[in-house]
């Protein structure tokens, strides 16, 4: 193992995890705020020593993520700490949609139901454990969206300072949710890659020495969050793993972890050891995984985003080869879709099942029925589609298609008249 | 009992309810989908046959309001049925407000987990099984927010047709919110009164024959939802009643329905008989029962709305004469703040809890701090604040004092100069 990090905290308690190992090359590091291998540069992991877990235990617990504390690098009383209690959304059986696309078992997992309404609290709230083990008093992070709320709201309640960061000309509203929670809210006069290496910059100045920025140098733990979004589909389903599940790729970490999720289910025997199919969802504006599939690529060649699907809109993913792999692996896919074919997918989503889903739930269940009509998904088979964000976050796309019936006066007459057919 | 109405259904299902009866004179009714008394005009209210309900019972069940469907006027397979889930949203026990607040015990109950993030949820959820016992197809209300989305949603999972009626100059936001279910969306000529008495226009007809309109003739199930925020909140606790609750009004239904739901867990058993004091809030521009509270009166006089918490905005509150009565006979007061304290609120809950709350939000924890520091509430006794609604629908009441704390370039000497102190 590895020498201790300068920034290494005294003591700490991860709980099952034990140390940190590179995906790469897999030399091995103690616990610490630490992202990269100082041998390879490849991203690091949790590593556990997991013991034994129970069905049972896990069921006796809280209807969070905690239930899956054994599992994740938190400690064992993390449930008894201020925390937003994240998780545990709703997995819907989808007749309805699932009758329209002509596929028989159909479920759809929705995480606009957590505390900030998308899945970003699964991974802030481990990140705020990871900042509460290092002695971190400030919860950071870059963002344009959903990440900047999660924060806000996470370190909030966990009496953490929070510091955000965001290009100086974002949208109002989304200055609204960044700085509602109060903390400090930092508008930088640049792009978003300016925002980024600003707060790598910060990072290595003394000035970000107390700083946990969630998704850099905490970005080993926070990625971990993600594990639960399987841990609880093969739950909800009744301690099984679909057979076939769709899910979006921003960096691609959500897309790895669910898989790492369903390996370690099977791993300590809490499921059968049935094969899965991953599906990877782009949005066509922003598919440089996709276009690699397709191209018979193992890297992905980075893009410039133009699409609605903002929260899925990194050009330059960091998981996409190790995406790939796992497509490639489980006999999955990785397909995208256009701007339009989102918006539909929204409207139908919203129709049948009453989910409003953000764009990126219009990215994966516009690639279910794209692969679904090209004879791709098996219309028989158990099918999980991932939606991680919510509709009112969104709301421009589906805004200028999303109209009145019809206007009338307030009389019997009118409403005859209107809806004679 | 009264002969069966005309649109009675021939055969139906309501579980443990046995009839309608009448608030004012305790004539019973059939049920059926009327809300009125015909002697005395009084609302009808839903009696039941509860028979035995135990704590494991109900532990045992989802976790949603058909945890609590011996409760409730629902058939025992309610939750079998394509449904939103909603309930069993989170209690935070809120440290941090609490300790700003100088309140030892204090939690937060978050209605805005609800699928469509409000405390809507819950009373549609129940309608729609009003609509398929009495054979509607047709799931209808008048909305400026929060209902129209219930209602849109809750149809479109359960396979009802919808029908939304709005004033035709309702904001974008809220229109893409009604229409996006794909339901039919009527926008009325005419102010929200005149939706409403064309709405009265259309039961009467013909043309409504199989409408079920959630708030009107299906108004006596609708409101047994609310219920079910007294059930959780008094398992969350672990099986006791809150000493004190602070309950919105806007009709006062939500907090006469949740008296009701304590008194029935105390008269089936399931609580200790403790005191509980109610508190009602509202919005100082909108406030005929605080008003009516402070005067002593017992009839409550209209007023007409004009205040940011649209969702509680009735000028004629229907339920306020027995909001009055519980607020009294609880030992509890009615109270309202301003404008400025409802935004000082949602700010102050989303700094120390990190939940971001509508404006009825702001008004129960704004009324809360003025009714703290008048002394009226005990700060050693276990307290519970509502919730009701997401932030993310009522932006605009925040966005003015929302801003970024500074803008900078992106260095670090500007962060620093930022920053000093």
Redesign the interface.
């Known amino acids: 193992m590895r020498e201790r990090p300068r920034f290494m905290a005294l003591q700490h308690d991860f709980g099952p995890a034990v140390a940190l190992s590179c995906r790469e090359c897999g030399a091995r590091y103690d616990l610490g705020p630490i992202f990269a291998c100082q041998d390879c540069f490849g991203p690091l992991e949790v590593a556990y020593d997991f013991g034994t877990v129970s069905r049972e235990d896990i069921a006796a617990g809280p209807?969070n993520i905690w239930r899956y504390k054994a599992l994740l690098p938190v400690p064992a009383n993390v449930a008894d700490k201020?925390n937003?209690?994240p998780g545990?959304t709703?997995l819907?059986?989808a007749?309805?949609l699932g009758a329209e696309l002509g596929l028989r078992d159909l479920y759809v997992k929705d995480d606009s139901?957590n505390?900030?309404?998308s899945f970003k609290d699964r991974v802030v709230s481990i990140a705020v454990e990871a900042a509460r083990n290092f002695g971190f008093t400030t919860l950071s992070c870059s963002s344009t969206g959903n990440l900047a709320?999660a924060v806000?709201?996470?370190?909030?309640?966990a009496?953490l300072d929070s510091c955000v960061f965001?290009p100086?000309n974002l949208e109002?509203?989304k200055?609204?949710?960044a700085?509602?929670?109060?903390g400090?809210?930092?508008?930088?006069?640049?792009s978003y890659d300016?925002?980024n290496?600003?707060c790598s910059?910060?990072i290595g100045?003394p000035?970000g020495e107390k700083w946990g920025f969630v998704n850099v140098n905490l970005r080993p733990y926070y990625a971990e969050g993600s594990k639960t979004l399987a841990y609880e589909i093969a739950e909800q389903l009744g301690w099984r793993i679909p057979e076939q599940i769709i899910i979006p790729i921003a960096s691609g970490s959500q897309l790895t972890k669910i898989d790492k999720g369903f390996k370690e289910l099977i791993a300590l025997g809490l499921v059968e050891d049935t094969p899965y199919k991953i599906f990877g969802a782009q949005a066509e504006g922003c598919s440089p995984v996709s276009a690699a599939y397709k191209a018979g690529h193992d890297v992905v060649r980075p893009v410039k985003p133009d699409t609605i699907a903002k929260s899925l809109a990194i050009g330059n993913p960091a998981d996409g080869p190790y995406v790939l792999d796992i497509a490639r692996r489980t006999g999955g896919a990785v397909e995208d879709v256009t701007d339009p074919e989102i918006v539909a997918a929204?409207?139908l989503l919203?129709?049948?099942?009453?989910?409003?889903a953000e764009t990126a739930g219009g990215v994966t269940v516009g690639v279910l029925r794209k692969l679904t009509e090209a004879g791709v998904i098996d219309p028989d088979a158990t099918t999980v589609v991932l939606n991680t964000g919510?509709?009112?976050?969104t709301?421009d796309a589906?805004?200028s298609e999303?109209?009145?019936?019809?206007?009338?006066?307030?009389?019997?007459d009118a409403?005859?008249t209107?809806?004679a057919n």
Chains 1, 2 share one sequence.
């Open positions: 209807a201020p937003l209690q545990w709703k819907h059986r007749g309805n139901g505390p900030t309404h709320g806000g709201a996470a370190a909030a309640r009496g965001i100086s109002e509203a200055i609204v949710v700085s509602v929670y109060g400090k809210l930092v508008g930088i006069e640049g300016e925002v290496r600003f910059e910060l100045d000035l929204i409207r919203a129709r049948t099942e009453g989910v409003f919510e509709g009112l976050k709301l589906v805004q999303a109209r009145p019936t019809a206007v009338i006066r307030p009389s019997l409403f005859r209107a809806f």
